[in-house]
């Protein structure tokens, strides 16, 4: 394994050292928080697709792919096609504004008591979202290189929680398209042929599995719906995707770089799906399918070539893991301390140090926290639960007042806490039922309360 570790090594010298690249361009709050608006396609399209695909795309769906065969892909289906529809329809308006945080937006629609309350939420979120990238960098260095488990998550998330500390978004801009380069080539183009090589090729994975795993609704209509329910409708309104969409240099950028990123999600969830489906071949008696990923890299690799596809799955993960880290130290900085502060504006080395703060936070509960899935369907069922309805509300219904938004997220977030105890954390139930509250109560509330006052026009 020395040849690998070195691999790793290297790859992990160079993302702290695009890091201190981003430092030298970070030089003002914006540029630290949004890369000063001036990202072009190139950078924008893989900063966006590296920012989705992280821990639970890559180790997720390889797992899924392990499980259920081709049809797992629809967890990164659903991300991709999010992410169509957030820059075809969303990036316009959004771009119009000059904001840093979603919370911003809902301020502007109702009042500062709807950013406050919003802001909780999204702060949970954006924390699980940077905890499920941890845990799965954890995941994989643990069971790659035999350490213990907690020194993965320090070792691997500390890389990230430095890299993006010192240089914000121009750091992650600058590592997120390395990391992008990475993963495709590592992925799509050295362990998908090689592990379709070690099974004996396609039509020798056909011949070896049963027919449901080539079949795309293999996982359940119920499970797909509730990818799109969580994962579709989470991507329009996260924090951490929205702070990418605020990196546009223009409209165009977002809308052809964006659609861009959409699609190759979708193409990246197949390979991951395959490389499951040729794990399940080749490693038929896994006593745990989380460990998919791992165990087939290990098995089916070659020293040196293993590094790379580590590097590749790390890349995958720690550029979501700083996303979240970011969006989290982003919506304390602009959104909650302000209010604890008097109204005093953040500065770029306060928005240092909360980053770091916040990545140790991360890293604590990563340490308790174990599944990568489960991880990422609690982040998402608390944003889409609590702050859909109102969000979207925020932008297309005009008779929607703050109370009506408050209650919305208030029993929305409420419910999907209940359901999710009540019920387990891969139970539909948690969605579903937080939805219907949130929808409910958001246009009750707003037809019985006060008629708002003429808003910021978001649409």
Known sequence: MALDIFVVMLYAAGMLLLGWFGMRRAKSHEDYLVAGRNLGPGLYMGTMAATVLGGASTVGTVRLGYVHGISGFWLCAALGLG????????????LKLKVFTVTQVLEKRYNPLARQASAIIMLAYTLMIGVTSTLAIGTVLQVLFEIPFWAAVVLGGGV????????????????????????????????LPICLYRVGG??????????????FSTIGYDTILTYFLIYFFGIL?????????????????????????????????????????????????????????????????????????????LAAM???????????????TEDLLPKLRGGKESSLGLNRLFTLLTG??????????????????LAYNLLVGGMLVPLIGAIFWKRATTAGAISSMALGFIVALVFMFTDGLEANTPIYYSLAASLISFIVVSLLSRQPAPAANLA
């Not at 020798?204 to 080539?214: C, D, H, N, Q």
């Not at 720690?318 to 979240?324: I, K, N, Q, R």
């Not at 140790?360 to 369907?377: E, N, P, R």
């Open 83 to 94: 992410i169509v529809a957030l820059n075809l329809v969303l990036a316009k308006p959004l």
């Open 160 to 191: 990230v929680v430095l890299y993006s500390t010192i240089g914000g978004m121009w750091s992650l801009t600058l590592t997120d398209i390395v990391q992008f380069v990475i993963q495709t080539v590592g992925l799509m183009f050295v362990l």
């Open 202 to 215: 396609w039509d020798e994975l056909v011949a070896k599995l049963p027919a449901s795993s080539f079949n």
């Open 237 to 313: 309104i996260g924090q951490d995707i929205w702070q990418r969409v605020f990196t546009a240099r223009t409209e165009r950028v977002a809308k052809i770089a964006g659609t861009t990123a959409g699609i190759y999600c979708i193409i990246y969830g197949l390979v991951c799906a395959m490389i499951g489906m040729a794990a399940h071949v080749l490693l038929p008696d896994l006593a745990n399918a989380n460990n998919a990923f791992a165990a087939i890299t290990k098995a089916a690799l070659p020293d040196g070539i293993r590094g790379l596809v580590i590097a590749a799955a």
């Open 318 to 332: 720690m550029s979501t893991a700083s996303a979240g880290l970011l969006a989290a130290s982003t919506v304390l």
């Open 360 to 377: 140790i936070v991360v890293l604590g509960i990563a340490l308790v926290v174990s599944d990568v899935i489960s991880a990422l369907t």
